[in-house]
C-alpha cells in the first residue's frame, strides 16, 4: 500500500495515510518531488536534476543537495520514500500514488466511470502555483501540462463518440474542468457548445460561445475561428427548424 498520495494538479500537496497534509516548506524542493514522482520509478540523474532545476547554474548540485535534505526534513517518518544514491535519485514507486499517475490510468482503462473519476482528478494546472526561474524547467512543464490536456480532449471526443446522456454528462463535466484550467483553449469552448446542443440547450450553447468570445477578446484580442463560428450559426439554424 502506498505511504503517501502525492497529488500535483493544482499544486503540490502531500498526503501521508494519516490524512494529515505535509507542508513542503521551499519551491524548489516541491518542484523536486512533483518531477521525480511523475517520473516514477526511473531514476533521475542528479546531473540531469540539476540542469533541469537550476538550468546547471554554478552551485546547482549544491542547491540540489539542499532541496534533497529539505524533502527527508519534511517527511523523516518515510525515509525509504525517496532514495538517493551519488548519481540518482528516485521515488520508490510501491510507497507513493500520484493523481497525475491516476488520471493517466483511469484514462487508458476508459469506460464513462472511468472518465468522471479522471475529471474529477483534474481539479487545476499541473504543479499550478510552482513557478521557476529556470528556463529548462519552465519548457519541460509546459510541455506536461499540454500532454495532459491534451489527453484530457482526448478523452472527451471518445465520450462523444460513444454518444449517450451519461457520456454528455461527463464530458461536459470534463470540459469545464479543462477550461477552469484555461479558459483560452478554443476547441474546448466549441465542445461544450455541440454536448449543449446534443441536449437541447440552445441558450446554454450559445452563451457558450458568448463566453468563449469574450474571453478571447478580453485576453488575446483576438476573434473566434472560422470553425467556432460556423458551429455557432449551425446551432441557430438547427433550433429554428
Not at 454528455?168 to 463535466?173: K, S
Request: aromatic share 6%; charged share 25%; glycine share 8%.
Amino acid at each position: 500500500m502506498s505511504l503517501l498520495q502525492i497529488n500535483l494538479f493544482g499544486g503540490v500537496e502531500v498526503m501521508p495515510v494519516s490524512g494529515v497534509a505535509v507542508l513542503i516548506p521551499s519551491r524548489k524542493a516541491a518542484m523536486l518531488l512533483g518531477y521525480i514522482a511523475l517520473n516514477s520509478p526511473h531514476g533521475n540523474s542528479r546531473g540531469k536534476l540539476a540542469a533541469l532545476l537550476w538550468d546547471g547554474h554554478f552551485g546547482a548540485r549544491a542547491s540540489l543537495r539542499q532541496a534533497l535534505l529539505t524533502l527527508h526534513r519534511a517527511l523523516p517518518q518515510y525515509a525509504d520514500v525517496i532514495s538517493a544514491d551519488r548519481d540518482d535519485i528516485r521515488v520508490c514507486p510501491n510507497a507513493v500514488n500520484t493523481d497525475v499517475g491516476e488520471f493517466e490510468r483511469l484514462l487508458n482503462e476508459g469506460g464513462p466511470e472511468r472518465m468522471a473519476r479522471a475529471a474529477a482528478l483534474y481539479r487545476g494546472e499541473l504543479l499550478d502555483g510552482i513557478s521557476s526561474t529556470s528556463c529548462a524547467f519552465e519548457a519541460w512543464l509546459a510541455a506536461e501540462r499540454q500532454r495532459l490536456r491534451m489527453r484530457a480532449m482526448r478523452a472527451i471526443a471518445c465520450l462523444l463518440d460513444v454518444g449517450g446522456r451519461e457520456q454528455t454528462d461527463i464530458a461536459i463535466a470534463f470540459a469545464q474542468r479543462i477550461l477552469a484550467v484555461d479558459p483560452l483553449q478554443e476547441g474546448v469552448h466549441r465542445i461544450l457548445m455541440r454536448c449543449y446542443a446534443q441536449q437541447g440547450r440552445r441558450v446554454d450553447a450559445l452563451r457558450q460561445y458568448d463566453l468563449c468570445r469574450s474571453v478571447l477578446w478580453r485576453e488575446v484580442r483576438v476573434m473566434p475561428e472560422g470553425e467556432t463560428e460556423l458551429l455557432q450559426r449551425e446551432i441557430r439554424r438547427m433550433f429554428r427548424t
